[in-house]
C-alpha cells in the first residue's frame, strides 16, 4: 500500500478496533429497527389510516427520544475523556447529570404531549384528490401515543445507563439487551396487534403496548447486569449515594451540552415539520414517507454506528492527548463509512420497488415510497459523511458549531426549501425532497472545510 493509500486507509488492527465498537452498535440498533420495520409492517398491513396515524404519532415521539439523546450527548463527551484519563469521579458525575436531565426532558414531554397531542397529529392530516378517511387517522395516533407514554421512563434509564456503558468501553451488554427487547417487541406485536393465541385483538394499541413491554424489559436487563458487575463498571460504586454533581463541572457540561440538546430539539422538530411539509399532498403522502423512512432506517444504522465510534474513539484518544493519532483515525473512519454506505445504497435501489408493495396500501401511496426509497438509497454516501462529521466536531466539544452546522442549518435552509415548495408550488413529494437534498450538498462542503481545518482536535478535560 502505497503513502497515500495508507492516509485513507488504515492496516486490519485499525478495522478490528473500529468493528469491535461499531458492530455491536450496529447489531443493537439494527435489530431495533428491523424490528420497527416489521411493526410498521404489521400496522400497516391494518390499512393506510392506521399506518399514518401511528407514523404521525411516532414522528413527535421521535422529537422527544432525539432530545434524550441530545441532552445525554453533552455529558457524554465529558464520560469518555474521564474513561480516557480513568477519573471513575468523573463519571459518576456525568451520570448523574445524565439522570436528572433525562427525568426533566421526560416529565416535560409527557406533559407536552398529553396536553396538544391530537393538535399536533391533526397538522398533519390533509385532504387531497387521493381520499382517506382523516378522523381515523387521528384517532389511531391517539390510541397509539395515549399508551407509549408509559415506556417513556424505562426508555429514558436505558439510555443513561447504555450511553454510559459505551463511552466507558462496554458496547456488547447494551447490544444484548436491545436484541432481547426487540424480540419481546416482535412477538407481542403479532400477538396484541391481530389478537392471536387467545390474546385479544388491539390493533394500533397493541403495537403500542408491545413496545411499552419490550421497553421494561431492555431496562431491567441493563440496569440489573450494570449494578451486579462492579469490578467492570468502578463507577457504579457509590453512584447514588448523592445526585450531587460539582458546580463547574455542572457548568462546563451545561455549557458544552446545551447547544447538542437544543440541536437535537432543533433537528428532530425540523425533521417532523418536513414531513408535515410532504403531508400537504394528502394522507398518501404520509403513507409513503413513511414506508420510505422506515426503510431508510434500517440501512442507515450503519454510517450511525460509525459515527457513534467516532465520538467514542476520538474522544478517548484527545482525552488521552493523542491528538494526531485522533486526526488520522477520523479521516480513515470517515472514509470507511463513506464506502460502506455507498454499497448499502445500491442494495437499497434494488429493492426500491419490492418493499413497499409489503403494505395494505394503494398503489399511489406505494408509487411515492418507491421514488423516494430510490433518492434516498443516492444520497446515503452522502449522510454518511454528515453523519461522520458531526461525530468529529463534537467529540472536540466544539458543540456551538455542531449546533449551527445540524439542527440550526435544518432550520435556515432546509425547512424553508420544503416550506416554500410544498405550499406556493405544485411540486411533488419527489421534488420537495430532491430541493432539500440540493442544500445538504452545501452542509457536506462545510462539514468538510470544518473538520479538515482540525478545529475539533481539543482536550476539553484538560482544560
Request: proline residues 2%; glycine residues 10%; contains cysteine.
Amino acid at each position: 500500500m502505497n503513502e497515500r493509500a495508507k492516509k485513507y486507509i488504515g492496516d486490519r488492527n485499525f478495522y478490528r478496533m473500529l468493528l469491535a465498537i461499531a458492530v455491536p452498535i450496529m447489531i443493537q440498533n439494527g435489530f431495533t429497527n428491523f424490528v420497527s420495520m416489521l411493526d410498521n409492517i404489521m400496522v400497516g398491513r391494518l390499512g393506510t389510516e392506521q399506518m399514518s396515524g401511528v407514523a404521525i404519532a411516532n414522528q413527535l415521539v421521535f422529537i422527544y427520544n432525539l432530545c434524550i439523546f441530545g441532552g445525554l450527548s453533552g455529558a457524554g463527551i465529558f464520560t469518555a475523556q474521564f474513561y480516557g484519563k480513568n477519573d471513575n469521579e468523573g463519571i459518576r458525575h456525568t451520570f448523574r447529570f445524565k439522570l436528572i436531565l433525562a427525568t426533566i426532558l421526560t416529565v416535560v414531554a409527557i406533559i407536552v404531549l398529553s396536553a396538544f397531542g391530537e393538535q399536533l397529529i391533526g397538522i398533519y392530516l390533509h385532504s387531497s384528490e387521493d381520499g382517506g378517511d382523516l378522523a381515523f387517522a387521528l384517532k389511531s395516533g391517539m390510541d397509539y401515543m395515549e399508551v407509549v407514554f408509559l415506556g417513556m421512563f424505562p426508555f429514558m434509564l436505558v439510555q443513561v445507563y447504555s450511553s454510559t456503558l459505551r463511552e466507558c468501553g462496554e458496547t456488547v451488554l447494551p447490544m444484548k439487551a436491545g436484541v432481547a427487547a426487540v424480540f419481546v417487541n416482535l412477538i407481542f406485536n403479532y400477538l396484541l396487534i391481530y389478537g392471536k393465541f387467545g390474546f385479544p385483538y388491539m390493533g394500533v394499541r397493541g403495537a403500542a403496548v408491545a413496545t411499552v413491554i419490550s421497553r421494561f424489559v431492555e431496562a431491567g436487563i441493563v440496569l440489573v447486569w450494570t449494578h451486579c458487575h462492579k469490578t467492570e463498571n468502578p463507577y457504579i460504586e457509590g453512584l447514588y449515594r448523592s445526585l450531587k454533581v460539582p458546580k463547574q463541572l455542572c457548568l462546563n457540561i451545561t455549557t458544552k451540552g446545551l447547544p447538542l440538546l437544543l440541536n437535537e430539539a432543533l433537528w428532530s422538530s425540523g425533521m417532523a415539520l418536513l414531513v408535515q411539509c410532504y403531508s400537504m399532498r394528502g394522507l398518501n403522502a404520509v403513507a409513503g414517507v413513511n414506508i420510505a423512512e422506515t426503510l431508510n432506517n434500517v440501512f442507515k444504522v450503519v454510517f450511525l454506528a460509525f459515527g457513534s465510534s467516532v465520538g467514542i474513539i476520538i474522544g478517548r484518544l484527545l482525552g488521552a492527548g493523542r491528538m494526531e493519532e485522533a486526526k488520522d483515525t477520523d479521516r480513515k473512519i470517515i472514509v470507511f463509512s463513506i464506502f460502506i454506505s455507498a454499497i448499502l445504497g445500491v442494495f437499497m435501489a434494488a429493492i426500491s420497488g419490492v418493499f413497499p408493495k409489503i403494505y395494505n396500501t394503494n398503489d399511489a401511496a406505494r408509487h411515492i415510497a418507491t421514488i423516494l426509497i430510490l433518492a434516498q438509497a443516492v444520497c446515503l454516501p452522502l449522510n454518511a459523511f454528515k453523519n461522520a462529521t458531526y461525530f468529529t466536531l463534537r467529540s472536540g466539544g466544539r458543540t456551538f458549531i455542531t449546533f449551527l452546522f445540524d439542527g440550526g442549518f435544518v432550520w435556515a435552509v432546509s425547512l424553508p426549501t420544503a416550506f416554500i415548495l410544498s405550499r406556493f408550488t405544485n411540486a411533488s413529494v419527489l421534488w420537495i425532497f430532491i430541493g432539500v437534498q440540493i442544500g445538504e450538498f452545501l452542509k457536506g462542503f462545510i462539514g468538510y472545510v470544518l473538520v479538515k481545518k482540525g478545529v475539533w482536535i481539543r482536550n476539553i478535560v484538560t482544560e
